[in-house]
């Protein structure tokens, strides 16, 4: 379901968050996350501490901008959709046309807060929670889309959607060379979609079989026969 095309009020507002987003990032990496002070942040992007805090509530929260985008817009997605059929099937087709829909310059501003995540501890654990409170978001939206018969399984599927998405992040991440200024986001999509299709073989993965004496007697055996 496509909504309204956006004012130019909003369309404002968004521009001077991703402007605050990118001189934030630029900085955060250039000088470190705790070298950065806010009111450095605001002469650089030419905004005030009072405009800072209309977007952001604070330091963390600006360098986590693309993450919070991204699951504004999924849960906005949710709350709109028509749910038949499988659940997890809706979950992940939610997913891939909110990763498809915010575009390549979303996904070079989330490179980049990757990338800063990874050596800033403060921003990794500010991240982990965040991602606690989209699964009780999503949560939320099953809650409400399934008649309010919450239970372990809507707990499950949403943090299953999560886990996909960290899977698919971070293989794409490793695995995708280019240059983060030439990265697209199909190839994002792409592991996603590989992510969420090994969810079921994962969850049926069984160990294989060993010799019944265990693997004390398979050692002992090895050793004897190399005597």
Known sequence: MTGPAPSLRDRKKQR???????????????RGFDAVTLDELGEAAEVSRRTFFRYFAAKDAVALAAETELWDAYLHRLADREWRGSVLAALRDSLTDTVRAMGDEWLRRF???????????ALRAASDAAGIRTQDRIADVLDTALGGERDLRVRLLAELTLAAWRCAAR???????????????DGLVRHLDDAFDALPAALGLTAPARDAAGPAAASAGAASRRR
């Open 16 to 30: 001077t968050r991703v402007l605050l987003h990118e001189t934030a990032l630029r900085l955060f990496l250039q």
């Open 111 to 121: 490179l980049a807060t990757r990338g800063l995540i990874a050596r800033t501890p």
């Open 171 to 185: 293989e794409w991440v490793r695995g995708d060379k280019r240059p983060a200024g030439r990265a697209k986001v």
